[in-house]
């Protein structure tokens, strides 16, 4: 396996590939992986001939009370896991070559990016969308890999990437949990054991919201109220940012809850803003 760290590089090897007919899958990451970023990987393998994994740190999606500083950096043994996980090439850009001093130039994605995590991170979209479509450009890639447990993000980026006519097959694959459900984030690792436990409960609230549509409750309103029940039971001291039910295309909020619906939370346990989503 290649590790690249220069822009020009990573073109010039992408552009090789290219002209040796090779298709190339792209996983983004922001590092410090586990298995679910692996499970991308592993899905990356099967569609394309390379598979290329990026790991930044993307400094223009995180607000200015965020983690970016502290966010859980380990590129030695990420490095590893992509070698095992069948990754070709590894693309470690630096944030200055990036983001050079000059840098002005924002893709944003309007409506899809307004709602949801859009209100609470105002900036965090445009930044996830400038910086992939840099990386599309770096890489050009015929597949690109997202995770579902960032479900708007995934919408967002296939919008831009229907937008601005990328070549590129858009696959979303679905979130990997812990054995008790949490979904996997490299942000569990800031909680201590009773902290986790604690983090359980945006799963415990999905898993209620889908059991009472399944038994027929419809109406959002009583859902979120038992959600609501769940979440303090499990986690007493944490703040609910929002609890969302959408349609599952357009993220349009709904008030009847139907099989197409999609459940989209974001909660703080211990200061860890946790978001997770089900499919009802
Ligand atoms: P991140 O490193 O958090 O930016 O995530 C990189 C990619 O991995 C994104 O497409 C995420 O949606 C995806 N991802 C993160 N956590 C999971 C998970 N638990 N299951 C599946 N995909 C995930």
Do not use: W
Not at 149 to 176: C, E, H, N, R, W
Not at 219 to 235: F, H, L, P, Q, Y
Not at 256 to 275: D, F, G, P, Q, Y
């Amino acid at each position: 396996m290649q590790t690249i760290r220069s822009i020009t590089k990573m073109q010039k090897a992408s552009r090789q590939l290219a002209a040796r007919s090779k298709t190339i899958a792209l996983v983004p990451t922001m590092g410090n992986l586990h298995e679910g970023h692996l499970s991308l990987i592993r899905c990356a393998r099967k569609t394309a001939d390379v598979v290329i994994v990026t790991i930044f740190v993307n400094p223009k999606q995180f607000g200015p009370k965020e983690d970016y500083k502290k966010y859980p950096r380990d590129e030695k043994n990420d490095i590893a896991k992509i070698k095992k996980a069948g990754g070709d090439i590894v693309f470690i850009p630096k944030a200055t070559q990036i983001y050079p001093d000059d840098f002005q130039t924002y893709v944003t994605v309007e409506k899809l990016s307004q709602t949801l995590e859009g209100k609470s991170r105002p900036e965090h979209f445009r930044g996830v969308t400038t910086v992939v479509a840099k990386l599309f450009n770096i890489t050009r890639p015929d597949v690109a890999i997202f995770g579902a447990k960032d479900f708007q993000q995934s919408k967002v980026l296939k919008q831009m990437t229907k937008d601005l006519g990328y070549p590129i097959k858009f696959v979303i694959a679905p979130t990997v949990r812990e054995k008790d459900g949490l979904a996997m984030s490299s942000r569990n690792r800031y909680f201590t054991v009773e902290q986790r436990h604690q983090a359980c409960c945006l799963y415990y609230a999905l898993r209620t919201a889908r059991e009472m549509v399944k038994s027929g409750i419809k109406d959002v309103r009583t859902i979120k109220s038992e959600m609501r029940a769940v979440i303090k039971a499990t986690s007493p001291k944490c703040k609910i940012d929002y609890i969302a039910f959408t349609e599952f295309d357009s993220l349009k909020p709904v008030s009847k809850a139907s099989k197409s619906t999609i459940c989209s939370l974001a909660v703080c346990v211990h200061n860890v803003r946790l978001i997770d989503n089900m499919r009802l």
